[in-house]
């Protein structure tokens, strides 16, 4: 069993032997690489992420339970650091208006365009921040990263109902509460 020989590598890391991290390393470094790639999009992202992902699992191997295998273990950690990335970009993305936006943006209208829709979704952020985090997150994967709720549902190890009825709350609740803004 594959497993086993990735426990003898834990086991030997946590009793000293550093070799057995470097093993460990070899063996999924390109697996952590290109399965951040395909989260993230793009090299330096996924490079990032893949220099988070080791890090913590050089600082939290110590504490793995032995309780999954260490392959899902290590891709669960990926896969929330390829999250937590792309959330980074698009706030990055978002908040930033470099020289070069500023002056492709001569008319009134097209600025008045894009403050609101920075309002309007800074207005979404705020109502995000009200529903409970489940909701939140399910809405954020589904609704901002348009995953599939199989996807999800491989991110959380949530069941595809679950995240449904959680999606569907959440979604009902930002509409309520963006009509409650919007009549303020």
Do not use: C
């Not at 295998?69 to 937590?84: A, G, P």
């Not at 959330?87 to 943006?105: G, P, Q, T, V």
């Not at 829709?117 to 979404?124: A, G, N, Y």
Request: aromatic fraction near 10%; glycine fraction near 2%; charged fraction near 35%.
């Amino acid at each position: 069993m594959i497993e086993d020989k990735d426990f003898e590598y834990i086991k030997a890391y946590i009793a000293g032997d550093e070799r057995a991290f470097n093993l460990i390393v070899r063996k999924y470094q390109q697996k952590i690489y290109w399965h951040a790639r395909r989260m993230t999009g793009n090299h330096l992202d996924a490079d990032e992420v893949t220099q988070e992902v080791l890090i913590v699992l050089f600082e939290k191997l110590k504490d793995f339970n032995f309780k999954s295998s260490l392959y899902t273990w290590i891709f669960r950690i990926t896969t929330t650091r390829s999250i937590n990335q792309i959330n980074k970009n698009r706030i990055k993305k978002f908040l930033s208006i470099d020289d070069a936006e500023a002056e492709s943006y001569k008319s009134d209208v097209n600025i008045l365009t894009t403050i609101e829709l920075k309002e309007k979704l800074q207005k979404l952020d705020a109502v995000l921040q009200k529903i409970p985090v489940k909701q939140r997150e399910v809405f954020l994967l589904r609704h901002m990263d348009e995953l599939s709720y199989e996807e999800i549902s491989e991110i959380t190890g949530k069941s595809v109902g679950g995240l449904k009825a959680n999606y569907f709350h959440a979604l009902k609740k930002v509409m309520e509460l963006m009509k409650e803004d919007e009549s303020e």
